[in-house]
């Protein structure tokens, strides 16, 4: 079964960087696109950025010139190079990515299990 696997949180002070990776792994012909979303209690889940395997990317405006998304295609795996951080880029970060198990098929969407970045002011 596909499994995506966080990792990087933590905790950092405002102006500070982070890394967070995920990789994807079990029965994969494709992982596309692959992205990160975030969540804080009482709001929706929203988009941080994604990429496709042709290295398209898109960003939330809020974190666009500050967080620079990043992929491996060979390892299925992701990243997120967050810079400059805010008390406001506070949530959980979820790994997503568009899984087709096999070629031609539906593609389905899975989670990691999220992962908590905290910056304090």
């Known amino acids: 079964q596909v499994q995506l696997v966080e990792s990087g949180g933590g905790l950092v002070q405002a102006g500070g960087s982070l890394r967070l990776s995920c990789a994807a792994s079990g029965s994969i012909f494709s992982a596309n696109p692959m992205g990160w979303y975030r969540q804080v209690p009482g709001k929706q889940r929203e988009l941080v950025a994604a990429i496709t395997s042709g290295g398209s990317t898109n960003y939330a405006d809020s974190v666009k010139g500050r967080f620079t998304i990043s992929r491996d295609n060979a390892k299925n795996t992701v990243y997120l190079q967050m810079n400059s951080l805010k008390p406001e880029d506070t949530a959980v970060y979820y790994c997503?990515?568009?899984?087709?198990?096999?070629?031609?098929?539906?593609?389905?969407?899975?989670w990691g299990q999220g992962t908590q970045v905290t910056v304090s002011s």
């Open positions: 997503n990515a568009e899984v087709q198990v096999v070629a031609g098929t539906v593609p389905y969407d899975y």
